[in-house]
T-cell receptor, first 111, second 114 residues
Framework: QKEVEQDPGPLSVPEGAIVSLNCTYSNSAFQYFMWYRQYSRKGPELLMYTYSSGNKEDGRFTAQVDKSSKYISLFIRDSQPSDSATYLCALWNTNAGKSTFGDGTTLTVKP | DAGVIQSPRHEVTEMGQEVTLRCKPISGHNSLFWYRQTMMRGLELLIYFNNNVPIDDSGMPEDRFSAKMPNASFSTLKIQPSEPRDSAVYFC????????????FGQGTRLTVV
């Protein structure tokens, strides 16, 4: 079983919809929880990260972490066609000094 | 800053040939990572360096793969001999230091082995 499992998608939504992207993990050693966005034929870029359980908001994006359930989510409000990309969750283990990535969910927002 | 620079952007080679991928990390970053991305396996960490020293190479698939970081501004990933199953996008990423989670990725090298 993988350390990080991500809902595979793909996901297709109309413009303006609320999008929910999710990952589960098994290793309690993960301490930082990140979301990367990857546009086609580009490298991933960090979108948001959080350290603790709870919600963190940045504009239309909200990252949610539930450490007790080992579950993380990214919500996108008022989705736009420019949000069309692959979203990867990444969990960082400070002791190991490295991140483990989910396989990614490809999102398409249709105008 | 120009970001993480990888070369070449695309590489097509014949099975059995040696392939060398190159990476220049962001100046001042102490950690460097090599990843491989495929549809089947997602983004896999191959190896990472801290202060030019390999820390974890457990993701390197087999002896045909080797990576070096001779100085803080340059790293190579070599595949010799290459096989069709090595076809993937290879990313290099750098991070300021071990205590910082955020990694900055290059544009990737798309490798096709025929």
């Amino acid at each position: 079983q993988k350390e990080v499992e991500q809902d595979p998608g793909p996901l297709s939504v109309p413009e303006g919809a609320i999008v929910s992207l999710n990952c589960t993990y098994s290793n309690s050693a993960f301490q930082y929880f990140m979301w990367y966005r990857q546009y086609s034929r580009k490298g991933p870029e960090l979108l948001m990260y959080t350290y603790s359980s709870g919600n963190k908001e940045d504009g239309r994006f909200t990252a949610q972490v539930d450490k007790s359930s080992k579950y993380i989510s990214l919500f996108i409000r008022d989705s736009q066609p420019s949000d069309s990309a692959t979203y990867l969750c990444a969990l960082w283990n400070t002791n190991a000094g490295k991140s483990t990535f989910g396989d990614g969910t490809t999102l398409t927002v249709k105008p | 800053d120009a970001g993480v620079i990888q070369s070449p952007r695309h590489e097509v080679t014949e099975m059995g040939q040696e392939v060398t991928l190159r990476c220049k990390p962001i100046s001042g970053h102490n950690s460097l990572f090599w990843y491989r991305q495929t549809m089947m396996r997602g983004l896999e960490l191959l190896i990472y360096f801290n202060n030019n020293v390999p820390i974890d190479d457990s993701g390197m698939p087999e002896d045909r793969f080797s990576a070096k970081m001779p100085n803080a501004s340059f790293s190579t990933l070599k595949i010799q001999p290459s096989e069709p199953r090595d076809s993937a996008v290879y990313f290099c990423a750098s991070r300021r230091d071990r205590e910082v989670a955020e990694a900055f990725f290059g544009q990737g090298t798309r490798l096709t082995v025929v």
